[in-house]
């Protein structure tokens, strides 16, 4: 599905040279629900951003599907992002002033969709995450976890072949984050593939697997035998 | 928005519409549709009789006045002068004769009387006296001007044209803001026939009012046709403006468009600021739409939208203010200029074209700033990097 080959991040801060990410390379399988932990600044969401296309690594090669995007140019790239791979932040980075189902029925209307098809599916996403309630409510009428679910039903409305959460649970408690989190394994078991970075090893640890980095290299990539 | 189309539109409108309502009434009140006149080095019109009877039987024409002008001095308070060393009470200028009721039914003439009444048929020493040869009306000093000072209705005034002197009683005064009625004196044709020794019934001017929709141009070119260019000067309405007052409309013109165009810089720059704090709040949303594959292009056209959205809305009621109520306001109460009663001209396809004006400085304001904003790094504006 996705391969990371020797990716380096480095960043110039003056003359210095900060390196980031030091050769990462791994590949994540159709239907895998992966996590990326370690500790605060060890690269987890840089290496997500190279993988889910929003940076450009400064070595080494992203493939997704068999296909090379690392020499993409920017447009391509940009369909990339709204055609194949789906997107959670940390904050959701929800629209404030749009509802729940204008939120997802953005990207469904770049990929060209009539408003028709558009809205059929955003209500589908939605009211598969659970939310079938709450469409015509803008974000600041909706909990945090709320928000959190109309970001990952933007993220899966258009049936994306990867779906990148960076950190979906920080800005949550820890009943609404066991909420989110059962959305992605439920989404993981209809055959969603999903990639997380996370620092808390209690969510890692619902993942079929865990690679975790320290100082931009993996130390450990484990198939997890004990998923709860 | 709606205030800078104002501005753009009204500024040049009552500009414009200051000496549009001086060339208005030289229209209503004097040239009529189409003005004939003498030759140059002509001192009347050969040959009148037949062209007011070729004018009048033209199928176009409504009404016809004519006139006889001849240069005329007039004085007062003759009677009561004491003291011969004292300069008289004279004004000079041009007196006309005209058909009273024929000049009332095509100008309208007597709507503009100020003081006292029209004249008659049966007045035939009775005279009318334009407001800027009278001191009470025209209170300025300019060398070489002499006015007529203490002359109220019912006075008696001592006419001279040439040789021929003759008393009149003033019957009326009359202001229009037209110097070819303010600085004129009006008498009977028949009493100037008799007074200036036209028997040969030759006038200096002829003005047709024409039906409504007739061309001033298929009218004059019948005119020429019949042989009139022979004898005098045809004229629509328009050439015969003095060239001044078309210079002064131009550079009236030209100044509403320099003031309209520092409106047009000013909005651009207001439409900038909003659309760039606008974008530039929204930085991370823009991040994310981005981030999630939101074309750029799309991004940037809905802030091209908003802006358009903003022009358009001020436009209209931009338009509403202008047509719906401050043109037809001005109309009716028109502003009170010393030399002519103003108005505001805001003409069409003259507003279109500001409208569509705006709007292009507008979505041009608009888009300059949203692809600013737009081109930023997208995972800069994601995580608020700067």
Redesign the interface.
Known sequence: MIIAKDIVKTFKSGEKELSVLKGISFEVKSGEFLSITGRSGSGKSTLM?QLGL??VPTSGKVIIDGKDVSDLST?ER??????D???I?QDY?L??ELTALENVL??LM?LGLTLKDAEAKAVKALERIGLGERLGNVPSQLSGGEQQRVSIA??IAHEPKIVFADEPTANLDSETSKVVLQNFIELNREGQTILMVTHEPEYAALTDRIITLSDGMIVSDTINKNKR | MTLTFLNLVVVRGVLVGLLQGSTDVYKSRFAGDIIITNLPKKNYIENSPSIIEIAGNLPWVDKLTYRYVEGASAEANYKTRIDFTEEPDTTAGSVVGINPALEDAATHISNTVVEGRYLTDNDAEGILIGANMLKKYLDIEAPGLTLLENVAIGDKVRLTIGENRKEFVVLGFLQSKVDQIDFRMFILDTTFRNLAGRGDYNVDEIALVLKEGADEQVVKEALMASGVGEYARVQTWFESLPKFLLDIQNTFGLLGNVVGSIGLVVASITIFIVIFVNAITRKKYIGILKGIGIDKTAIEFAYVLQAFFYASVGVLAGMVIVWGFLVPFVAAHPIKFPFSDGILVAEVPNTIVRAVLLIIATLIAGYIPARIVVKQNTLDAILGRK
């Open positions: 951003y929003l940076d447009d940009t369909w990339v992002r709204l055609s791979l789906g997107y932040f980075a629209i404030p953005i990207p770049m933007r993220a």
